[in-house]
Nanobody, 116 residues
Framework: QVQLVESGGGSVQTGGSLRLSCQASGMSISRFRMAWFRQAPGKEREGVAF??????SYANSVKGRFTISKDNAKNTLYLQMDSLVPEDTAMYYC???????????WGQGTQVTVSS
């Protein structure tokens, strides 16, 4: 059974940093396309950071501030978030999927709140 468990969310002030973790079990993150998504209240879910076979990309809104990384030995995906702004407030989700197709597995989410 595949499980993705996020942690590391919290409340910070503008300009602060957080590091999110996504512990995977029942699968090897080295063999999957991994990503971080977020969803703010009343807004659609958006992808913020992607690792596809080692190729990394970011949404324009977080480029230069967020860094996605993974530790295959620990089977863990990370999202380092710096220079946070209130617009980053959202529930953040870890997702995994095959190299082609939709993201198949999702975590339960971790809340990030940035106050001004």
């Amino acid at each position: 059974q595949v499980q993705l468990v996020e942690s590391g969310g919290g409340s910070v002030q503008t300009g602060g940093s957080l590091r999110l973790s996504c512990q995977a079990s029942g699968m090897s993150i080295s063999r999957f396309r991994m990503a971080w998504f977020r969803q703010a209240p009343g807004k659609e879910r958006e992808g913020v950071a992607f690792n596809v076979g080692g190729t990394i990309s970011y949404a324009n809104s977080v480029k230069g501030r967020f860094t996605i990384s993974k530790d295959n030995a620990k089977n863990t995906l990370y999202l380092q978030m710096d220079s946070l702004v209130p617009e980053d407030t959202a529930m953040y989700y870890c997702a995994a999927g095959p190299l082609l197709g939709a993201y198949t597995y999702w975590g339960q989410g971790t809340q990030v709140t940035v106050s001004s």
